[in-house]
C-alpha cells in the first residue's frame, strides 16, 4: 500500500468513502486482533475497532501522506483500547468482567511473556517500597486483606493503612510509567487491583 498511499490518504482526505472503504477492508481484521488481546471480549473488540474507524474518518484530514498509515492507526487503536481499560478499571463489575474473560481464555506465548515481563517490573517497584508500607501493600494486594484487618494486624489505624496502600499503588504505577509500556501497565494494575 505503501506506493498508492499518497493517492489513497489524498482521496480520503477529499471525504471520498471509496479511499476509506479500501483502508478499512485492509487493516479491519489487524485492528480487531489487536483489540480482542485488550479485551479478551469479540464484542468489545468489535466495538472499540468501529469506534477507532469513526475516530481515523474523523480526523482523516490531519494525515500526512508522506508517513506510513499503519502507525497512525496503532496510535488511534492503543488510544481507544485504553479508554476502554481506563473505564474498565473504574467500574468493578466490568472490571470483574474483564478479569474472568482473561481466566476464561488460553492466553498465547506471547501474552504469557509479556505479562511475566511485567510482573517482573511490578515486582521490582514492589520490592523498592517501605518496608512497612510494602507489608500494607502485599496484605491488601496478595493475601486479599482489608484495610480494617491490615490496620488490626500491624495496629495502625484504618487511615493510616489506608495510606500506605494508596502510596504504595501510586508508588508502583509511577514506576510502571517509567520501566513499562502505558498499556500494559493498565492491564498490570487492572489484574493486581481487589476483586
Given at each position: 500500500m505503501n506506493r498508492e498511499q499518497p493517492t489513497i490518504i489524498t482521496r480520503l482526505k477529499k471525504g471520498h468513502q471509496d479511499a476509506f472503504r479500501a483502508i478499512y477492508d485492509r487493516y479491519h481484521q489487524q485492528i480487531y486482533g489487536f483489540s480482542l488481546k485488550f479485551t479478551h471480549s469479540p464484542e468489545d473488540a468489535q466495538e472499540i475497532t468501529q469506534n477507532?474507524?469513526?475516530?481515523?474518518?474523523?480526523?482523516?484530514?490531519?494525515?500526512?501522506p508522506q508517513r506510513p498509515l499503519e502507525p497512525y492507526l496503532?496510535?488511534?487503536?492503543?488510544?481507544?483500547?485504553?479508554?476502554?481499560l481506563r473505564k474498565v478499571a473504574?467500574?468493578?463489575s466490568l472490571?470483574?468482567?474483564l478479569y474472568q474473560q482473561m481466566n476464561d481464555s488460553t492466553?498465547?506465548?506471547?501474552?504469557?511473556?509479556?505479562?511475566?515481563?511485567?510482573?517482573?517490573?511490578?515486582?521490582?517497584?514492589?520490592?523498592l517500597l517501605p518496608p512497612k508500607r510494602k507489608l500494607v501493600y502485599e496484605m491488601a494486594q496478595q493475601q486479599g486483606k482489608t484495610i480494617r484487618e491490615i490496620a488490626s494486624l500491624m495496629e495502625i489505624t484504618p487511615q493510616t493503612a489506608r495510606f500506605q496502600l494508596t502510596q504504595a499503588i501510586s508508588f508502583i504505577k509511577h514506576y510502571l510509567k517509567q520501566h513499562a509500556d502505558l498499556t500494559l501497565t493498565l492491564i498490570v494494575a487492572l489484574l493486581t487491583q481487589s476483586r
Open positions: 477507532i474507524f469513526y475516530r481515523f474518518w474523523q480526523h482523516r484530514t490531519k494525515i500526512d496503532y496510535q488511534i487503536a492503543k488510544n481507544e483500547n485504553l479508554k476502554f473504574q467500574d468493578k472490571r470483574d468482567q492466553p498465547t506465548a506471547e501474552q504469557e511473556m509479556i505479562f511475566a515481563e511485567y510482573t517482573s517490573i511490578a515486582q521490582r517497584a514492589i520490592s
